[in-house]
């Protein structure tokens, strides 16, 4: 089995990258299964990218399979969960209901992550009111091109345009119900899981760029440290308060990277410095929710009265 470092330091930083979804999917399948785990995997594929969107698609799909390891290797998948209300167990509409006929999913998912594109969809629906009349949730598999689905592409973003998004109604569609809780088991721990992917496949992309661009050793070296603590949140781990403290540490890190090695971007080429510095915002995504993870950890962990 391959050390995804060395692969990371020796793996030829000029080689052409993938190109589109079809070509970053193809490549995140060549490596997958070849190092320790799906965070080896994550970052083995961003190396490949030459953009931070074409990172962030591998460490998605990474993530999902964290998550839900039986998942079909090869077909590409996207997460459902936000409707018009947001992404809140409270604000889902979306219905899972047993039939005569099987298991049949109802709803509309108002943003969908690689929605056009996806062969499998897991939707996280309500299955109904609990006795405590909250909301409860049960994931299920939807193939893309089901009877019933209806997919509308939505604009690109910003940043990492080259990833599509999409809204995604079903109307009876026929689901597979997966095992457990939607919302502790898929929905709670998932923004977690895909933070420590995402973050894996961004460094394997760094690390590309400071190679091939010649920086410093050290601009590499701190990249490296930080993809060593990203590999050492174990996935038993990610409920925990104190994984969210180190990820917070992580994130913190990276961000003074950035700041530090703003000036050596000069020596990049200049199509990818621009992608760069369109892209960057996809790192702050999410940020006020990991910041409200952050300081729930640390309330949790600190002494009453600290």
Known sequence: MEFVFDHLLRGPADAPAPTGVDGVWDRYRAVAGRFAGTVDDAAAAGFAADRLGFAFLPGYQAALRALLPGLDPGALVSMLATEQGGG??????????????????????????????????????????????????????????????????????????????????FDEVAAEPLPGDGYTDLLKPFRTVEDVHVLAATLGYLIRVARGAAWPDDTVERLLALLAGVRGIEPAAYRSPGAHVALGGLFGALNTWVADTEPLWARVDEAQRRRWERDRPLLGVAGKVRAQRLATAWRTVRPAGE
């Open 88 to 169: 809140h167990p409270a604000a889902i509409a979306t219905t899972l209901t047993e039939t005569a006929d099987g298991w049949r999913v109802t709803g509309t998912k108002s943003f969908a992550t690689l929605g056009d594109r996806a062969d499998r969809f897991v939707v996280v629906a309500s299955t109904g009111a609990g006795p405590d009349g909250r909301n409860r949730l049960r994931a299920a598999l939807v193939a893309a091109d089901a009877p019933g689905v209806r997919v509308e592409p939505l604009p690109e973003l910003p940043f990492a345009p080259e990833i599509p998004h999409a809204s995604v109604r």
